[in-house]
């Protein structure tokens, strides 16, 4: 028997930990939807429900038909969708995000939230990070950031049909920020007799910041908060860093709360994120007409009625009819790459690409969610070259891999490629494992050569039942301080030669004992 989950006096930080960057957030009644941007990856937006606020689940992507994602074969990492906004308007659905690699703008609706979704209806408004929004009269207004670069103009405002994808006035500048640079992420809302324009600025690194503006209508004139910015950590030396690009939601009762990005740095200075951005959730007081934003803390009184959230299996058989909507491939996942039905409770890759080097090889892979963790694989390698990668993009990557009887680690860092370690392996089934543990968890006289305190963290690469790793590799060499990029760490399968299976795959916690 299942119990339910116990009432939450806290919760902890992030909500939806790993690559899971510019959260956009709507409440349809009781329950709460929430997007984030994908980059290259596909299928496209994921998209979690929740009842309270704390606890996410993941029901599917936004995006999972290649009629909606088309992304050209070389599309660069870090490029694809950007920054998605979720709002729910007349009974439907509403997302509006970005393709930088094709098209620019689009919207998508959907009659449930967990799809099908619409193919996009693309529209002809520049720059980035698309938001909606509707007045009393039925206007729809979208505001965006301009492009970046000489012709930046900040935020624009224009009203569109969303049905037709036709702009019907504007855009308009709206507000340029504070004088910082970047200002992006707006979201534009009717509270009482006022409209606020919230937006991000700083950049989305280290600076980044969350400002407030407000007008009597979408057109403006916009009147800056008295305090800006109304959330930053830039400069602190809090945990939490890189607070910004956010969504405000209310609750049932009238709370007001925030999600937003932001990241947890470890190791030396400058310090490395290596799970990317994430989401985080903090509480929103309103005084004198303007939002009080919290601090984000990685624990925090929870929200009314929050419930202790339930952890998603770890574990996946590659039983079910179709992939769990948490697997997410590079670019595209072509149906002749992968099959759950010719090996009834096994996950086939066929190779399509002859290396991770490059795009256009067959990966499947999750995104890395704990900072210490541990992520298994049973492999049938059978005449194939297959294995586990943890990756950021194709030049930054770590490879566990089984090709002829040998177990190999390849370290891809940069322009540089390096087999660090073999071993032989017997014919038929093996379990290959990566974990990662952070500098200040290794036992005095175990850590691995030539630690550092600069290292964020150490990835070991396991083969079979030895207890003693292959290798340990550095892991602020897949952080995007090192690599450059709005990602994080994906975990995953490949193959590169021939076909290859999995039986199950595993990831957790590092104390949480698996398989």
Not at 144 to 157: K, M, S, Y
Not at 166 to 171: A, Q, R
Not at 215 to 238: F, K, Q, Y
Request: aromatic fraction near 10%; hydrophobic fraction near 35%.
């Amino acid at each position: 028997m299942t119990s339910s989950p116990a009432e939450a006096s806290f919760y902890d930080n992030p909500v939806i930990p790993g690559f899971h960057p510019d959260p956009s957030v709507c409440r349809v009644g009781e329950d709460y939807y929430l997007v984030c941007s994908s980059f290259e990856y596909f299928p496209g937006v994921p998209i979690f429900h929740s009842r309270d606020l704390v606890g996410w689940r993941q029901i599917g992507n936004v995006l999972d038909r290649p009629s909606q994602l088309p992304l050209p074969a070389d599309a660069m990492a870090s490029d694809g969708i950007y920054a998605p906004t979720i709002r729910h308007h007349d009974g439907r659905f509403w997302l509006i995000t970005t393709n930088v690699s094709h098209g620019g703008n689009f919207i998508v609706t959907a009659e449930r939230p967990e799809g099908p979704w619409s193919d996009p209806v693309w529209i002809d408004l520049p720059g980035i990070d698309p938001d909606l929004a509707w007045d009393d009269d039925g206007n729809c207004w979208c505001s965006f950031a301009g492009a970046h670069g000489p012709d930046f103009h900040g935020v624009q405002i224009a009203r569109i049909d969303p049905e037709a994808g036709k702009v019907l006035e504007g855009p308009e500048p709206a507000w340029a920020g504070t004088g910082l640079q970047w200002p992006e992420a707006p979201h534009l809302y009717r509270v009482g007799e006022w409209w606020y324009l919230m937006i991000a600025e700083g950049g989305t690194e280290r600076g980044h910041t969350v400002a407030m503006a407000r007008a009597r209508s979408p057109r403006g004139p916009w009147e800056p908060a008295p305090v800006n910015p109304v959330l930053s950590h830039r400069s602190t030396s809090r945990p939490v860093q890189s607070t910004g690009h956010a969504d405000l939601v209310t609750t049932p009762g009238g709370e007001w709360w925030m999600v937003l990005l932001a990241t947890r740095p470890v190791g030396y200075s400058p310090k490395f994120h290596v799970l990317g951005r994430e989401t985080f959730l903090t509480p929103v007081q309103w005084e004198d007409g303007w939002p009080r934003v919290a601090p984000v803390d990685l624990r925090a009184p929870a929200p009314a009625g929050a419930r202790t959230p339930v952890a998603a299996p770890r574990r996946d058989d590659f039983d079910a009819p179709d992939l769990d909507p948490r697997w997410i491939s590079p670019r595209s996942r072509p149906d002749g790459s992968w099959s759950l039905a010719q090996r009834p409770g096994w996950l086939a890759l066929h190779a399509t690409g002859s290396t991770l080097d490059r795009p256009g090889c067959t990966f499947v892979g999750r995104r890395q969610q704990h900072v210490e963790s541990r992520t298994a694989v049973l492999l049938d390698p059978a005449a194939g070259r297959a294995g586990l990668s943890a990756r950021l993009d194709e030049g930054h990557h770590y490879d566990l891999e089984v090709a002829d009887g040998q177990a190999a680690v390849i370290a891809r860092i940069g322009p540089l490629r390096q087999v660090v370690a073999t071993r032989s392996v017997p014919p038929g089934p093996v379990t290959l494992a990566i974990t990662t543990r952070s500098a200040r968890r290794w036992p005095e006289g175990e850590e691995p050569a030539g630690l550092h305190v600069a290292a964020p963290d150490y990835l070991a690469f396991h083969v079979g039942e030895d207890p003693e790793p292959l290798a340990e590799l550095d892991g602020r060499y897949l952080s995007t301080e090192v690599a450059t990029g709005f990602t994080g760490r994906v975990i995953g399968m490949y193959v590169t030669e021939g076909t290859a299976w999995f039986d199950w795959f595993d990831h957790g916690p590092l104390d949480v004992a698996g398989p």
